[in-house]
C-alpha cells in the first residue's frame, strides 16, 4: 500500500475541514429560517366566536376572523386576512391592512389609509371609507348607503337599494352600478322600492360607466370625470 506524503495528507484534512465547516454553517442557517418561519406562524391566529364581538389590538398581526352575533374592531395599524360576521358591524382604524371584509347585517366602518386587497361588501348595512384608503376589488351593498371620501377603488362599486356618494378626489376605476327592478306588484300599487341616489362630486370620478337597472337620482357635479350613463330599464 502506498503511503501519502505529509504535504498531500494536510490538504485531505484541510479539504474536509472546509466541508464540514460549511455543512454546518447550512444547517445553522436552515435552522434559523424554520425556526423563523415556525415563529411567525405561530404569530398568526385565525379568531372565532359566535356570540361577542372581536377586538384587534392596535399594531397585532391576525388571520382569519368570523363572528355570528358581534361586532368585528381592528385597531390602528392592525392587519388581518378576511373578516366575516353575519350580525354586527365591522369598524377598520386608521392604517389596518385586510384581505377583505362582509357582513350580512351590519355596516362596515373604514377610517384613513385603509388598505383592502380584496372587497368589502354588505347585505343590509352601509359601508364608508375616509381619506387614503385603497381596495383592490370592488364595494358593494343590497340594502345600504356607500360613502367613499377620497378613496381608490378599482372595480365596481355597486348598491341594490342603497345611495352612492363618491366625494373629496375618490376615484373609481370599474363602473358604478345601481341594480334592482321593482315588481310589476309594486309599480302597478306605486309602492316598492325607493329611489335611490348618485352624487359625485367635482373631484370625484368614475372611470368606467354608469350602469342603472332603475331610476335613481343623479347629482353629478360639474368637473367631475365619468364615462356614459346608461340606462337598462
Known sequence: MSKRNPEEQTMREVSHTMKLSAATMLAMLLGSYLYSSSANAAEVRDISKVNGGIRVSAEERVGDISSVNGGIDLGSGASAERLDTVNGGIDLDERVEIERAETVNGGIRVSRDVTVHGSLSTVNGGIQTNSGTVIDDRVSTVNGKITLRDTRVKENVQTSNGDIFLTDGSVVEGDVIVKGRR?????????????SKIIIDAESSVMGDIHLYREVNLDIADGAVLGDVIEHF
Do not use: A, D, N, T
Not at 306588484?185 to 325607493?194: A, L, M, S, W
Open 183 to 195: 315588481s310589476w306588484f309594486g309599480r302597478f300599487f306605486g309602492f316598492g322600492q325607493r329611489s
